[in-house]
């Protein structure tokens, strides 16, 4: 059975620290794994990693697939309250499907 | 820029109750798709659809159906709402074009069932 993985469930950091968010999955026929950062709304999307692409980096946040050992990291560096979020990863499950699966999240919050 | 709109954005049943949130998108997108959103319980897929006329059920389809008659419009129905339906309910949509598999959600619409 497909699934994702995500740790740890809760986090609570001081500004500057940072922070490291895992996500390990088991999917059928791998194709990509997602980031989401989602605060008080919808998830926004914020990175995608594939077979070709294993390494992201937007600003602060960096992200990491490893496809021998089934895992992502989201690297968030000198962390401000404004990352606050829960952080969620999905994966789309098996061959020739289009449902993404979400693991629970990791709630995140940054303390002045 | 609209992108996926949910309707109502908060809504209060009493059990029993039917009701429907409603899902537009103006992207064009093949796939639409409903999430429930509980608390420790990541989000969940209910129903989703490929394109007009096809849907399928995700992981926890019980208590609500769906139909997709227009690429734009994906209703979700609750027949008979239950307090275990409590949840955020989020839709979200995307192109069968991309590999990439990025969805477009909308703002949510929170569902207290009494």
């Known amino acids: 059975e497909d699934k994702v993985v995500q740790s740890p469930l809760s986090l609570v950091v001081h500004e500057g620290d940072t922070v490291t968010l895992n996500c390990s999955y088991e999917v059928t026929n791998f194709r990509s794994l997602l980031w989401y950062k989602q605060e008080k709304k919808a998830p926004t999307f914020l990175f995608m990693l594939t077979s070709s692409g294993i390494e992201k980096k937007s600003g602060r946040l960096s992200s990491i697939l490893d496809k021998k050992e089934l895992f992502s990291i989201l690297n968030i560096t000198a962390t401000q309250t404004g990352d606050s979020a829960i952080y969620l990863c999905a994966a789309p499950l098996g061959a020739g499907s289009y449902q993404l699966t979400f693991g629970k999240g990791t709630k995140l919050s940054v303390i002045p | 820029n609209a992108g996926v709109t949910q309707t109502p954005k908060f809504q209060v049943l009493k059990t029993g109750q039917s009701m429907t949130l409603q899902c537009a998108q103006d992207m064009n997108h093949e796939y639409m798709s409903w999430y429930r959103q509980d608390p420790g319980m990541g989000l969940r897929l209910i129903h989703y659809s490929v394109g007009a006329g096809i849907t399928d059920q995700g992981e926890v389809p019980n208590g609500y159906n769906v139909s997709r008659s227009t690429t734009e419009d994906f209703p979700l129905r609750l027949l008979s709402a239950a307090p275990s339906q409590t949840s955020v309910y989020f839709c979200?949509?995307?192109?069968?074009?991309?590999?990439?598999?990025?969805?477009?959600f909308g703002e949510g619409s929170r569902l207290t069932v009494l």
């Open positions: 979200a949509s995307r192109s069968l074009g991309t590999r990439t598999g990025e969805l477009f």
